[in-house]
């Protein structure tokens, strides 16, 4: 199969950082690659030497064959090389064709009606159920993502670049978008399909890339590489210890104190439920997108309106109707969307740590800039804080770094009860070990944590037992020899399970 994109001993340096060091890639006309490794392994900067965003400091691009030189995203996308981030940086207020060819001279009534002719002709042999009159504020996610996909095929793009372009799509809008990758595939496009999730790269990639620390530890086919090989690739070791991070001794998790109980809490998102959580616990909620796993946590914190409900704490009635009323009760909240609820990405690392802090102090007694920094600089060092500096705005973090910043913000406030709502999503292998570890250590020292994670394999890891959801109802409970994954999607389908916690 021809080569349509190569890099070949690429090298990109920053102020005390070698961020790229001789990496080679190779990318196939006609295949999907998916780049991988852990946050800070070199994936984004490597993309962002590609598009024009960074110079590099040494190496060669070729382009089907014929060496380029890319000084800038115009560069990039004159060489037919496109990029579809995360988040979707096209225009919800516009219709679907104004967005398809947004930065072209509009023209004339007459040449609108062709671009929207145009844009109807792409959707249809793409398959994106979408209409070129259509706002597409009013479109799902995952069809804006499709959008920007079909943008960027329109300026006749050779390299379609992939930025976990999933992170935010269910189950089935992730399948419509692998069919639309599929069939750009088919007509000779070349894609780089950056992701966390290893069960999407053993579903639609071809080959894989293997960052680590700046450097290319290899190639790969697919099929030849068995998922726990391409894990200890990426993190640079075996992964043993995360097959049974630990066993629950029941007993001894039955005599604990029940630190936080809720009877019939509602609020103006969460359908009445019944709660609790024992001192240095780790329990969590799960079921399916939407069932009301999030709903259920932010009721416990008050971040939406409270509608009825009894709260216990260390069996002593409290309310608890806003966040500022539970984090004065000993409770922290990392919120499932970090980057709308969670880092202040304008804000450097240390202000991003002490934020919690400074709330519960009140505003009227600032935390000096010493104290300040001794904080920033204590959880750097505890969480392994790749930054730069403690005065790094925290949005050119990573977004394992960034998730770090937010952990270090909640246990600054030293909470007795920590709510973590998928703490490990769009984050690395690695880190995600680092923080299940991290809770685990939390819950020996005594600090109750709820753990919510898409990933159930990840909260049988961690969990000791686990609180199911069906349409924003509890309706099962799982521990000991039934807490494995073919009790939960029993009790998430009614099944089995749900039967016998009725009982």
């Not at 530890?217 to 697919?222: A, I, R």
């Amino acid at each position: 199969m021809q080569n349509i994109l190569q890099m070949k001993g690429i090298v990109k340096r920053f102020p005390g950082v070698l961020a790229l060091n001789g990496v080679d890639f190779t990318l196939r006309k006609g295949e999907i690659h998916a780049l991988m490794g852990e946050n800070g392994a070199g994936k984004s900067t490597l993309i962002k030497v590609l598009t024009g965003v960074y110079q590099m400091d040494g190496g060669e691009i070729y382009l089907a064959g014929n060496k380029i030189s890319i000084g800038s995203p115009q560069d990039a996308q004159n060489n037919g090389i496109s990029t579809v981030y995360q988040e979707i940086t096209l225009c919800p207020n516009l219709t679907v064709a104004e967005n398809m060819f947004i930065g072209r001279e509009s023209g004339s009534w007459v040449q609108q009606k062709e671009y929207e002719k145009r844009a109807d002709e792409i959707l249809q042999k793409l398959g994106i159920p979408a209409r070129s009159g259509q706002q597409l504020g009013n479109c799902s996610l995952a069809v804006q993502q499709m959008v920007a996909i079909a943008r960027a095929v329109d300026m006749e793009c050779k390299v379609l670049i992939l930025d976990e372009p999933t992170s935010s799509l269910d189950d089935k809008e992730v399948q419509m978008l692998f069919d639309l990758m599929r069939s750009l595939r088919s007509e000779g496009v070349g894609i780089i399909f950056v992701t966390h999730f290893l069960e999407q790269v053993y579903e639609v990639s071809d080959r894989i890339t293997v960052l680590r620390n700046g450097e290319l530890v290899g190639e790969y086919l697919t099929a030849e590489l068995p998922q726990v090989e391409l894990v200890a690739k990426m993190i640079g070791k075996e992964l043993d210890e995360l097959s049974s991070l630990h066993e629950v001794d029941e007993t001894k998790e039955e005599k604990k104190e029940i630190f936080y109980e809720a009877k019939d809490l509602s609020s103006s998102e969460a359908m009445p439920f019944d709660f609790n959580i024992r001192k240095g616990e780790v329990n969590g909620f799960t079921g399916l997108l939407g069932s009301g796993r999030s709903e259920s946590v932010r009721a416990i914190f008050g971040a939406d309106k409270v509608n009825g409900g009894t709260v216990k704490i260390n069996g002593q009635q409290v309310k608890i109707t806003k966040p500022i009323e539970a984090m004065k009760a000993g409770i922290g909240y990392l919120a499932e969307d970090r980057k709308r609820d969670g880092i202040i990405a304008e804000l450097s690392v240390r202000e991003n740590i002490i934020l919690a802090l400074q709330v519960m102090n009140g505003f009227f007694k600032p935390i000096s800039r010493s104290e300040s920094e001794a904080f920033a600089d204590e959880y750097i060092k505890v969480l392994n804080i790749k930054t730069a500096s403690r005065e790094t705005p925290v949005g050119s973090l990573s977004g394992g770094n960034q998730q770090k910043v937010i952990l270090a913000r909640w246990l600054l406030t030293h909470p007795d009860y920590l709510i973590l709502d998928e703490p490990t999503r769009g984050i690395d292998v690695g880190t995600k070990l680092e923080i299940q570890k991290l809770v685990l250590k939390l819950a020996e020292e005594g600090v109750s944590v709820t753990f919510i994670s898409s990933e159930v394999e990840e909260m049988l890891r961690t969990c000791s037992r686990l609180i199911v959801m069906r349409d924003r109802h509890v309706v099962g409970e799982l521990t000991g020899k039934d807490l494995n994954q073919e009790q939960v999607m029993k009790t998430i389908a009614g099944g089995e399970a749900a039967d016998e916690q009725e009982k």
